[in-house]
């Protein structure tokens, strides 16, 4: 999963912003009602492609699914058998499933990460109750053998009392039939406006521990994910609305049913970490196969130019699929779907699929890390599992690391190795702590600090050897569950204990830092801070195809790309005026030094003078002060004047105005093409009170999460009266 940054697709998830912003026995078929089979075009062989473990070789969990979606209710009643073997040496008197759907029957125990959407959902549906965005699964009977057996749920865990022990490599099969109450909104687990979104939709095989000899009960994470499930084989039947598109894992075929307007969508999938689907009326298709794997990117057609889009992140996804297929061990399955879906601020990885946001009309597939991320998912979850309630580091840190090796293999130097040798900064937790453990700083340490560990572990080793070593892991674990103490065993079995001493140590000893070989010397931080700034200001500025060229984000705009910046103070002032400025200039260049950005500070009168007409017409200026003080304001004022009256903003009258202070942005006196910030106030100085919100305001217009403000005046308290501005499309998601 991703969510350590709000750009998504917007800003394609430039590397550092994370840090910077912050910083997924059967029923007869005539209960179906199916007369008829019809194969779909795509992907109607039913061969897996070998791996270095044989796909074809049963799975030690199967299960046969046959479930109807009832549309008008949002309900799914399901028939459920199945098959589980006993890989242990206990003798298993009972089993254990999770009901992770019941996460939604308060929302004391839905996920965190949803919240927030939701609550937005429901100021916009006001029609929807409390009651609407909860759910859960009922469980209405288990049985053997046409035998009823004892059950009890609490808690998401249902408890399956057997019939008769299974011992050490034997089999039971056992049948559950239930119902799943669909809540509202945009959780795993969902419906919103035409989508059902179909993770966790019904019981699944908890995880036997024979160290502990214990299955694990543990509820789905509010916080963060809790996804630890085995690799199974599924033979799955949907039956929907005809008009419904069925996005899910394995081969699919549809199947005419008895009822009328109705199909039944099937899939097999073997070997699948987990089966997920996604569904609505208004999904079409694309799929491009090459080299016998097709894929697929389920969309909505609401926007004709999407198409060229969907095709580029068809292009990429095979790429990406290439390359780590090359460096850890080859994607064994015939497709991979992507899907289109209301989430916000997200992406979610799934077993052979992944679900990502609304497609934006500026989209650029090729930077769209948080798409690499979830890729990398294919191989960090969905083929090596993991305890991601406990070792979350194992998927996260390594799908981050793993979409970072991708971008400098690949010529991005933003999202490439300079993204992760930036930081320097420590995290009071250990990289291999427990969900529990990180709390709400689950992208600080899984993501971030994780893919440091393994790049300073990459570091060390070299690439051959790194490589060479992330095959035998793969190798090893492949359709497995691993553990950091296995990743540690293979390591030392690959490289020697030493290396492994020095990965555990990366892994358990709190405060994490690069060490200092591989951080960036304080030059290389500056320039790659000024390339990210720049990319950053680039991408946000077209996000509004028609936004005015007098907004004062633009300043920084122009000055990352190189042209000449001259800030001008007010001179003839008191001696509190005079300190306030240069509090404003120490505020902008700390940022401005960061950024790389070369700049010019005027004080003086006589230098303005000689400065004016010739460098300074070449040169973006920012001017502070009261107009009535400021050299730059009192040579120009006419000019000024026309040019400020041409964005709406009425600078006569508001420089007459008693304690009115604020800002506006004009095209230069001298020279169209660069342009004149001026922070101003309408007294002597500011007052105590006011001084603080004015800075902040600063600091705010000029940043690139923010709105476009062409001018704004504040009152006397320090507080916004009037403004024109066009809304930032990022902003609200960095409000948050």
């Known amino acids: 999963m991703n969510y350590s940054s709000l750009f998504t697709s917007k800003l394609a998830r430039v590397g550092i912003a994370g840090t910077l912003a912050l910083i997924l026995a059967t029923s007869p078929l005539a209960n179906m009602g199916v007369i008829a089979a019809e194969a779909v075009p795509s992907l109607v062989s039913t061969k897996m492609h070998n791996t270095q473990k044989d796909s074809l070789e049963h799975a030690p969990i199967q299960y046969q699914i046959q479930a109807r979606l009832n549309e008008k209710d949002m309900t799914l009643r399901g028939n459920e058998k199945i098959t589980y073997r006993n890989t242990s040496k206990d003798t298993l008197k009972q089993v254990v499933l999770h ?213 580029r992140y068809i292009n990429q996804a095979f790429k990406v699929i290439d390359f780590y297929s090359e460096k850890y061990g080859k994607y064994p399955y015939p497709e991979f779907r992507i899907v289109e879906t209301y989430v916000q601020g997200v992406a979610v990885e799934y077993a052979r699929l992944i679900q990502m946001g609304q497609i934006q009309s500026g989209a650029v597939p090729e930077k769209d890390t948080t798409f690499v991320h979830e890729i990398a998912h294919q191989w960090f979850h969905a083929l090596i599992g993991n305890n991601s309630e406990k070792e979350s580091f194992l998927d996260e840190g390594f799908a981050d690391f793993s979409m970072v090796y991708f971008a400098e293999k690949h010529g991005d130097k933003l999202n490439g190795f300079r993204s992760l040798q930036f930081d320097d900064s420590s995290v009071e937790v250990a990289i291999a702590s427990t969900n529990d453990e990180v709390e709400d700083l689950a992208s600080l340490v899984f993501y971030q600090k994780g893919r440091q560990a393994i790049y300073q572990f990459y570091r060390s080793v070299g690439e051959e050897k790194f490589d060479q070593f992330m095959k035998e892991y793969f190798n090893r674990y492949v359709y497995q569950n691993a553990t950091i103490d296995g990743l540690l065993h293979t390591i030392e079995d690959v490289l020697g204990k030493e290396q492994r001493m020095e990965m555990e140590t990366a892994l358990y000893k709190p405060n994490f830092v690069l060490k200092p070989e591989y951080q960036l010397s304080l030059e290389e931080r500056t320039a790659y801070l000024h390339d990210v700034f720049q990319l950053q200001y680039q991408t946000v500025m077209k996000l509004i195809p028609d936004l005015p060229f007098e907004v004062m984000n633009r300043m920084m705009d122009k000055v990352l790309q190189g042209e000449r910046l001259t800030i001008v103070l007010s001179d003839r002032v008191s001696k509190i005026a005079d300190k306030q400025q240069e509090a404003i200039v120490s505020q902008l ?117 923010n709105d476009f403000y062409q001018y704004y005046v504040l009152d006397n308290q320090g507080k916004e009266k009037s403004d024109k501005k066009v809304a930032n499309p990022i902003s609200s998601l960095f409000a948050e």
């Open 99 to 311: 009901t992770y759907a019941d996460a939604n029957l308060s929302k004391s125990t839905q996920a965190s990460m949803y919240q927030q959407h939701n609550e937005k959902i429901s100021k916009d549906h006001q029609e929807k109750t409390a009651e609407d965005f909860l759910g859960g699964i009922d469980i209405q009977a288990v049985t053997a053998d046409s035998q009823s057996l004892d059950f009890h749920k609490e808690n998401q865990a249902l408890t399956v009392q057997l019939k008769e022990p299974v011992q050490p490599g034997e089999s039971v099969s056992f049948q559950l039939e239930f119902q799943l109450n669909i809540p509202y909104g945009t959780q795993r687990v969902s419906y919103y406006k035409d989508m059902i979104n179909g993770a966790h939709w019904f019981p699944v095989m908890s995880v036997y521990d024979e160290v502990k000899h214990q299955w694990n009960k543990a509820p789905y994470s509010r916080t963060f994910e809790s996804d630890y499930y085995t690799s199974s084989d599924f033979e799955v039947q949907l039956n929907v609305p005809d008009e419904y598109q069925v996005a899910m894992p394995g081969i699919i075929t549809t199947q005419d049913s008895t009822e009328h307007g109705r199909k039944v969508v099937s899939a097999v999938a073997e070997n699948t970490r987990e089966f997920a689907f996604f569904a609505s009326p208004n999904l079409q298709v694309e799929r491009v196969t090459r080299n016998g794997l097709t894929v697929e990117y389920y969309y909505y057609n609401d926007d004709p130019s999407k198409k060229k889009i969907v095709d």
């Open 589 to 705: 260049t700390s940022f401005l030094d960061m950024s790389g950005v070369k700049y010019d500070v005027v004080r003086d009168r006589r230098e303005l003078k000689q400065k004016l007409k010739k460098d300074m017409a070449t040169s973006n200026l920012i001017v502070i002060g009261n107009a009535k003080s400021n050299g730059v304001v009192q040579a120009l004022k006419s000019s000024i004047m026309d040019r400020a009256n041409q964005i709406g903003f009425d600078w006569k009258q508001t420089m007459k105005q008693p304690l009115a202070a604020g800002a506006y942005i004009t095209k230069h006196p001298y020279n169209q093409n660069r342009l004149m910030l001026h922070y101003f106030w309408n007294e002597d100085h500011l007052s105590e009170a006011r001084f603080e919100p004015f800075m902040m305001k600063i600091q705010q217009t000029i940043g690139f999460t």
